[in-house]
């Protein structure tokens, strides 16, 4: 069977065209659109379709944000998307509409050993929960369970819970970005693209120091939190590497929160467009203190492996999955 599949981010938005029938699905035809340069989602599948030869038989999109009754209104996304609509305007009578880290989630059992980085080693459960994290325009949070033969995904909007520091620094990031957000501070504010550029910034504002006129230069002219990513890998500006290793230890805290929160004894799998860039400096130990940084539960977390999550297609892996398993996967 002939589908499409979307992920469809604030930032970015894939769509591609899949067969489906067993086994893995064969991507026929992938395109990337920047998702604030459209109007809506139609209109972009539209042209999408439009190269197209053969109309979809079924279509499923993971949407970054809640999604009810065939329904999301995304905090990052710039357009409300409307299942319904979609389905009247694309001819398409079995179309869904699930959340992004749902459509990751399906994902994650269709990935092969190259689509996975190990970042940490652990003794997983092979019956136990997985948890799913991922750092991007947004932070998204889900976590999968098996049930029988099959995996169920229950996606959540944990990154839109409270940010709780842990030290003075974080304390006063908590109030620096107080004003910035208009009062309530949750995890997304920090753990996200924005959030690496609101790190930088109060590095920066909190060590009295200039700002490195090269690199405000660059944030001009690109998306800050790339310049951030840049520098601070290459170390050639010392605030972007600080604000890379701040982030990362508090990205290692968060992954080890919601391994307790649901006792992920299957493993903590990062997704999001930011872990593969810079899994070098994940891997670099501080990702890991912080994981492990649980008082008495630090034992256990000690057998939960991590793993970045390569392969970024794996929504669309996901969103076909769902349409494959039909209807005994639309219920679960």
């Not at 920047?34 to 439009?50: C, Q, S, V």
């Not at 990205?251 to 929160?257: C, D, P, Q």
């Amino acid at each position: 069977m002939r589908v499409l599949v979307g992920d469809v981010g604030g930032t970015k938005t894939l769509l591609a065209t899949a067969e489906i029938g067993g086994g893995r699905p064969r991507f026929l035809r992938e395109e990337r659109y920047a998702t604030a340069d459209w109007e809506g989602l139609l209109p972009m599948t539209r042209a999408f379709l439009g190269g197209e030869e053969a109309r979809p038989e079924a279509a499923c999109f993971g949407v970054a944000g809640p999604v009810a009754e065939g329904r999301c209104i995304g905090p990052n996304l710039p357009w409300p998307v409307d299942g319904g609509e979609l389905s009247r305007g694309l001819g398409v009578d079995r179309l869904r509409i699930i959340n992004d880290f749902d459509a990751a989630g399906y994902g994650i059992p269709l990935l092969v050993p190259d689509d996975l980085h190990a970042l940490k080693e652990g003794a997983p459960d092979p019956k136990g929960p997985i948890a799913l994290i991922g750092a991007g325009t947004g932070l998204g949070e889900a976590f999968l369970i098996r049930d029988g033969r099959r995996t169920r995904v229950l996606p959540t909007e944990g990154g839109h819970a409270d940010f709780a520091p842990r030290d003075e620094r974080e304390w006063d990031l908590l109030l620096h970005m107080r004003p910035l957000v208009g009062g309530r501070v949750s995890v997304e504010r920090v753990l996200s693209g924005p959030g690496l550029a609101r790190i930088y910034r109060f590095l920066v504002a909190r060590a009295g120091a200039p700002e490195n006129p090269a690199v405000r230069a660059e944030m001009e002219r690109e998306d800050p939190a790339a310049v951030v990513t840049r520098r601070g890998l290459d170390g050639t500006d010392r605030a972007s590497r600080d604000a890379l290793d701040l982030f990362i230890s508090l990205l290692g805290a968060e992954a080890g929160n919601q391994a307790l929160r649901i006792l992920a004894t299957g493993g903590v799998y990062l997704g999001g467009g930011i872990a593969p860039r810079i899994r070098e400096r994940l891997a670099a130990g501080g990702f890991t203190r912080s994981f492990l940084d649980k008082g008495r539960f630090a034992p256990f977390l000690e057998k939960v492996p991590v793993f970045i999550i390569l392969n970024r297609r794996t929504p669309l892996l996901g969103a076909a999955a769902v349409l494959a398993e039909g209807d005994a996967l639309a219920e679960r």
